[in-house]
């Protein structure tokens, strides 16, 4: 399980996070909605160590991460596919998956694994010597998803994965999230798509301001009068 709590970090004197705290239970997806500015990435980007905490707790099944490297974090089984994808567009397909396993070593397990991502996402082996820039969008975040899911994560997080992608697309993106968690790994979701991200979710919390002003279940947040009209508008 991921336990964050009381977390604070600012930004060159700006506050982003007043004292955040969640649970990402082990299985479960979990998803974390709100406006632009709330946040919600620099939840994310404060877990992996990309930013510093300047207060608070995030603990890893019992396990302090404040303060431990990337590779660490990684390590200890945490993955991440960022906003705006950035794929390496200059590398294959291939390649940028077999980045995704950089910290391992057990050639025979990675080369499965690229398998596995290939029954995820078939596209990919039609595409595997393509260079990853020549992608179409919804093809790059699949390609961001498996990179991700090259280093074997117990906790899979996921930024904003169906931004800019058409409507088709994003159900398939949100398609392959579900099978994700079936096979075990942990999800947490930030997305602006708030109708198809309490739909997937078990668990759902509203980040505003940096701070988290509601949670509950993804269904009771998609029914909630207060969420229909902030991120669903009034039909939902």
């Known amino acids: 399980m991921l336990k964050i709590e009381n ?15 969640l649970e990402v239970p082990d299985g479960k997806i979990v998803t974390l909605i709100g406006a632009n500015g709330a946040g919600k990435s620099t939840t994310l980007r404060t877990i992996t160590g990309l930013v510093k905490a300047s207060s608070g707790s995030i ?14 974090i990684v390590g200890a089984g945490i993955a ?28 025979a397990e990675i ?5 596995w991502v290939y029954s995820l996402f078939p ?19 699949m390609l961001a998803v498996g990179r991700a899911l090259m280093s074997r994560p117990k906790l899979m997080m996921l930024d904003e994965p169906s931004l800019g992608l058409a409507p088709l697309v994003v159900q398939d993106i ?19 798509n708030a109708n198809m991200a309490l739909k997937i979710a078990d668990l759902a919390y509203v980040l505003e301001t940096g701070n988290i002003t509601m ?22």
């Open 59 to 72: 603990q890893w099944n019992g396990e302090e991460l404040l303060g431990k490297s990337i590779d660490k």
């Open 215 to 236: 949670s509950g279940t993804g269904a009771e947040l998609l029914a909630n009068e207060k969420v229909r009209e902030a991120y669903l508008g009034r039909n939902g």
């Open 7 to 21: 977390l604070h970090v600012s930004y060159g004197g700006i506050q982003a996070l007043r004292g955040v705290s």
């Open 80 to 107: 991440m596919s960022p906003e705006g994808r950035r794929v390496f567009a200059d590398m294959s397909v291939l390649e940028n998956l077999r980045i995704g396993a950089y910290l391992r070593g057990d050639k």
């Open 123 to 141: 596209r990919l082996e039609e595409r595997s010597w393509q260079l990853a820039g020549t992608l179409s969008g919804g093809e790059q975040q």
């Open 111 to 115: 080369e499965k694994d690229v398998q």
């Open 174 to 192: 949100f398609s392959i999230i579900g099978e994700i968690n079936r096979q075990g790994v942990t999800v947490l979701l930030i997305e602006q």
